[in-house]
């Protein structure tokens, strides 16, 4: 079987590494093709599976937009007669809608649909189109002259993104990170439901809602108390409670266990303290003092400013930098996305 994700197109690698990330910790058996930038397809995926690897997909994935079961795939040439093959009693409860989406190609949208919509109701008894709120949904997706025949089963929650925004929760401080962000972050770290992520910056609690929102047991310091406190209320508004937050330095961190995944946003900039060190030293302090805090093997996804060489101050302290992504923020900064892996003891020693 075959799922199609649309995906985002704010990031030309982001979108792509986070399904990889999801893929790999979950052991998602299936063959990745990128067809072109924001259309990608899992392939090969066993009978069995596809239903459990659909849902862990659109629980998890930020930057992926739908995810769809293909039907069939079809050209633009045989598409009336290959929607018209299909059983579409399998697919469709009660009513259904038909939606187009166009990557590099010329198929007339609104013809489409129209035509798409006629084939199925000729095919099926008592059903009905309902463009507003249609159980099933149609979709079909062009790319050049190959046509992608799909069906939704689950709806991925697209107002989530919208309603965890930074100023539309309890507690607001200007600066903080974009849920999309924040949740492609949590994925580029591996964790999975159940284990413990660690965000040792916390502010605002943006990266641990979204880590609790997947099921992951999280744990929030910060060396300020109002943002401590306003994680937690944040935590609690969005319906999170298995969590934990502190008050304290990071230097002063001593996890009660180790931590699955640590993912955070430091805090840097000219005007940008913490406690009694600034500029580079808060990323030298950092890895010095959440490299014991971690499990072996576990990752850390971190943003840092494209000026601040973390290469030198991982390797020094037992860590690799796995995966690297820029964001451009404005002319003069650049907001770098680092995966980087704790290597092991043994591994350390070497």
């Known amino acids: ?26 052991n998602i058996e299936a063959n990745l093709n990128v067809i072109t930038e924001g259309l990608v397809i ?21 930057y992926t937009h739908e995810v769809h079961e293909i039907i069939t795939t079809s050209s633009r040439d045989t598409l009336n007669d290959d929607v018209s093959s299909i059983d579409w009693g399998e697919y469709i409860d009660e009513s259904f809608a038909v939606r187009v989406k166009r990557f590099t190609s010329e198929i007339d949208t609104v013809a489409t649909e129209r035509k798409v919509g ?31 025949v799909a069906i939704e089963k689950i709806k991925l929650n697209k107002k989530h993104f919208e309603e965890t925004k930074p100023h539309k929760r309890p507690f607001f401080y200007p600066g903080s990170m974009s849920p999309k962000l924040a949740r492609c972050m949590v994925n580029l770290s591996r964790v999975k439901e159940g284990q413990l992520l660690l965000d040792p910056f916390c502010g605002t609690g943006g990266i641990l809602i979204e880590a609790g929102i997947i099921g992951c047991k999280v744990v929030g310091s910060d060396i300020y108390w109002k943002m401590k406190n306003g994680t937690a209320i944040n935590l609690e508004h969005y319906g999170i409670t298995d969590y934990r937050t502190f008050n304290l330095d990071v230097r002063e961190l001593k996890m009660y266990e180790r931590v699955a995944a640590v993912v955070t946003d430091p805090p ?9 060190i600034d500029g580079e030293d808060i990323f030298k302090e950092f890895f010095k003092a959440i490299y014991d805090n971690m499990k072996d093997d576990a990752y850390l996804c971190m943003a840092s400013p494209h000026y601040v060489d973390l290469k030198p101050m991982a390797d020094d302290v037992g860590f690799e930098i796995v995966e690297q992504y820029g964001i451009k923020m404005h002319r003069s900064l650049t907001r770098i996305i680092s995966v ?3 290597k092991n003891r043994l591994m350390k020693n070497k």
């Open 42 to 62: 899992l392939t090969d995926i066993p009978d069995e599976k596809c239903s459990e690897y659909y849902e862990i997909l659109t629980i998890r994935l930020g």
């Open 1 to 26: 079987m075959e799922l199609l994700c649309i995906q985002s197109q704010e990031h030309p690698e982001l979108p792509k590494a986070e399904l990889n990330a999801v893929m790999e910790c979950e």
């Open 118 to 148: 006629s084939l199925i109701l000729e095919n099926c008894n008592n059903i009905k189109v309902n463009l507003k709120k249609p159980k099933s949904l149609v979709r079909i997706v062009a790319f050049k002259d190959t046509v992608y």
């Open 268 to 276: 840097y900039g000219i005007s940008t303290t913490t406690g009694d």
């Open 340 to 342: 980087i892996r704790k």
